[in-house]
């Protein structure tokens, strides 16, 4: 591990000397050139965000392009391999001069090469931000509000929106997100005044039966949890907890895990974006229209695609003069709010060390084995 | 803490099943099967695949069992005419290329852990009564109850009757049992056939407890080595007892503050005590020769 670490920083070092000789993302003509780095292979796959990425681009292009240039995307896979995804981001900046990193959906990406994107002063757009760095960066601002103000905006709906005392937490931690989780649950503390009645962050894989019997003799009103689904909620039947409310984060909002929770069980889930399964929703005709006419896979990921494209278009279009990485960088430092529909805050990148515009969740509830689309909106926490 | 020991130990049966399994297939024909519970995933999510297309339980049912025993049948005749004369390590690491290939082929085909859940029929799903806060469902005593027909059953099949001494002299002498005359090819793929359906029904068995998708349930099998290494491989019994004390600890540990945290790692801790314990008074080079 140290000797990878090593070469990582070896490699990066080397890259930033060969970045201060050439003219990275200057040229003038030909297509704007955009990157992206993916997991399209590997364990956190997410094919349909690039293809969402450049259906936009296509759209753009059909029009006209921005400033009668075209925008022309290149992904690349990494396949959620920490060697693969710094030499994608290193191949992106420096073979392929990119101005801008746009659509980018990779579980390590962001930890692994935000010090290379500060460097080399480069702005990242990603669809899906996923680990802590993307939301703790100079140069990285995605479109979703992540794991963590996600979970902030789950403990506030189920202490303030379902009026919940006993608020529980059984959730599985993967390294490195334990202090994400802490920060998130003293946020909604701050905001609310109110602790939880219970934390395990013990959750793994095994027979769940111990914890949901935990669970009811603490009176758990409210659950928060993230780890599989299928028999949890079976054991959660059959140990009679049919009067707690379940809330889940986005991860598990699927049709798959809306088929197999039982009739009879409060189950709740928090969405990033508009959520997917209601394409009446604000914003998410434009999103259905762009997958459908493409034939890309209906995710809340493929959102994600479609809302980064649209601001990065958006931003491009106030770019007086030649579009460089340079000036990419300084339209999205010195931009305006965005209103973005399918989102509960307007998103902005703005000057600042870190960006986590994007707040707040709108949650789902299962019915008859489909998600279905609750009332109240967006739930921002300390605004409802 | 009782009430958590109580639910720990209700997942003591499906825990055993899975050991079982193992030690099964280990007396019987002298592999450890890395892929058991992956060919047992297999048939499982053939079923719900065929039920999802709207076939009949029953019918997906033995549609389900016939599948995990025609892929362990495929395994043990790859085993039987290629592998015959290696050792134990190397059929164990072929069952370990099969796990590998197993997992990815099914990852593809029935999806992730978030894309792949399924609905697993739960017929024992009634309440059969109520210790302190737990509620026990019948499926608890039906685990418990196939996990004592198969100690019992397969004890009495090997001591008892005559398939049961050519299986023994098969696992043990493969080459002087041929030269006796048992058609050692033939009963062993058959041998190999009955394991994946058994395994098939116990995959069936755990999987409203123990996960959902493919991947999941595929990866059971280091839970299965851990109870059947209670059992040291060998002795049915003990397996049992090793997963009902595998259940006990996992209750035990989440209900204790201090230890939740290692809940994952507790019970193989204790095993491995519990190895050091069995063999403490052994002597290596015997010990350690089957």
Redesign the interface.
């Given at each position: 591990m140290k000797r990878s670490l090593t070469g990582a920083v070896a490699v990066a070092a080397l890259a930033l000397s060969a970045a201060a000789c050439s003219d990275a993302g200057s040229s003038t003509d030909g297509p704007i050139k955009v990157g992206s780095v993916n997991g399209v292979t590997g364990?956190f796959?997410t094919p349909e965000v690039p293809q969402a990425v450049k259906a936009v681009f296509e759209e753009v292009n059909k029009a006209g392009g921005v400033n009668g240039r075209k925008i022309e995307l290149i992904s690349k896979d990494d396949a959620m391999n920490p060697q693969r995804s710094t030499e994608a981001a290193l191949e992106l900046l420096e073979s392929e001069s990119v101005v801008a990193l746009v659509g980018s959906s990779s579980a390590v990406d962001c930890g692994l090469n935000r010090a290379t994107y500060g460097n080399s002063g480069i702005v990242s757009i990603p669809a899906v931000g996923v680990d802590p760095a993307c939301f703790t960066s100079p140069n990285i601002a995605p479109v979703n509000p992540g794991p963590f103000k996600l979970l902030t905006a789950m403990l506030y709906y189920a202490s303030e929106t379902l009026k919940h005392d006993k608020v529980c937490m059984y959730y599985t931690v993967l390294p490195g997100s334990g202090g994400g989780i802490d920060a998130a649950v003293k946020e909604w503390s701050d905001i609310t005044g109110k602790r939880l009645a219970v934390k395990?962050?013990?959750v793994?894989?095994?027979?769940?039966?111990?914890?949901?019997?935990?669970a009811?003799?603490a009176g758990c009103q409210a659950i928060l949890y993230n780890a599989?689904?299928?028999?949890w909620f079976?054991?959660a039947?059959?140990?009679?907890l049919q009067d707690v409310d379940f809330i889940m984060g986005a991860?598990?909002y699927?049709d798959?895990?809306a088929?197999?929770i039982p009739d009879g069980l409060n189950v709740y889930a928090g969405t990033e974006w508009q959520p997917y399964t209601d394409e009446t929703l604000p914003g998410n005709e434009r999103w259905a229209k762009i997958v459908d006419e493409n034939k890309i896979q209906k995710t809340a990921f493929s959102q994600g695609a479609v809302m980064a494209a649209d601001v990065f278009v958006q931003v491009l279009k106030t770019i007086k003069g030649d579009v460089t990485r340079e000036s990419v960088t300084e339209a999205f430092k010195k931009m305006r709010p965005i209103q973005y529909p399918m989102v509960g805050t307007p998103w902005i990148f703005g000057p600042g060390e870190a960006h986590s515009p994007i707040q707040g969740s709108r949650f789902v509830k299962v019915e008859n084995r489909r998600w279905k689309v609750l009332p109240e909106g967006f739930i921002v926490p300390g605004k409802n | 803490m009782v009430?958590?020991v109580?639910?720990?130990l209700?997942?003591g049966g499906?825990?055993a099943l899975l050991g079982l399994c193992v030690v099964l297939t280990y007396r019987l024909v002298a592999v450890v099967n890395f892929a058991m519970a992956a060919v047992g995933a297999m048939g499982a999510f053939v079923m719900v695949s065929l039920m999802d297309a709207g076939l009949g339980v029953w019918l997906a049912l033995l549609a389900g069992v016939i599948s995990g025993g025609a892929l362990s049948a495929l395994l043990g005749a790859v085993l039987v005419r290629w592998f015959g004369d290696h050792d134990e390590r190397t059929k164990a690491a072929v069952t370990v290329a099969l796990y590998v290939a197993l997992m990815a082929i099914g990852l593809r085909l029935f999806?992730?852990?978030?894309?792949?859940?399924?609905?697993?029929p739960?017929p024992f799903?009634a309440?059969a009564f109520t210790v302190g806060?737990?509620?026990v469902?019948q499926s608890v005593l039906v685990s418990l109850a196939f996990a004592v027909l198969i100690t019992v059953g397969v004890g009495m099949l090997l001591n008892r009757t005559s398939v049961g001494l050519r299986l023994q002299a098969l696992s043990e002498r493969p080459a002087t049992a041929q030269v006796v005359g048992i058609a050692a090819p033939r009963l062993a793929v058959a041998v190999w056939a009955a394991i994946g359906a058994i395994s098939a029904l116990v995959i069936l068995l755990v999987?409203?407890?123990?996960?959902?998708?493919f991947s999941?349930l595929g990866?059971l099998i280091t839970?299965a080595l851990a109870v059947a290494m209670v059992g040291a491989f060998r002795s049915l019994p003990m397996t049992l007892a090793g997963g009902l004390l595998m259940?006990c600890l996992?209750?035990f540990t989440?209900?204790l503050g201090a230890v939740?945290?290692y809940?994952?790692v507790v019970p193989f801790l204790v095993i491995v005590v519990l190895l050091w314990w069995r063999s403490r008074h052994e002597v290596w080079d015997t010990a350690h020769s089957r």
């Open positions: 364990l796959q395990d962050t013990s793994g894989e095994g027979d769940p039966t111990p914890y949901l019997v935990a009811k003799a599989t689904v299928g028999p079976a054991q039947q059959t140990q009679g991860n598990s699927t798959a895990n088929e197999v | 009430n958590s109580i639910a720990g209700t997942g499906v825990y999806g992730s852990t978030t894309t792949g859940a399924r609905r697993f739960r799903d309440p806060d737990v509620v469902p999987a409203p407890r123990l996960g959902g998708d999941t990866k839970t259940g996992e209750g989440a209900s939740q945290q809940r994952g």
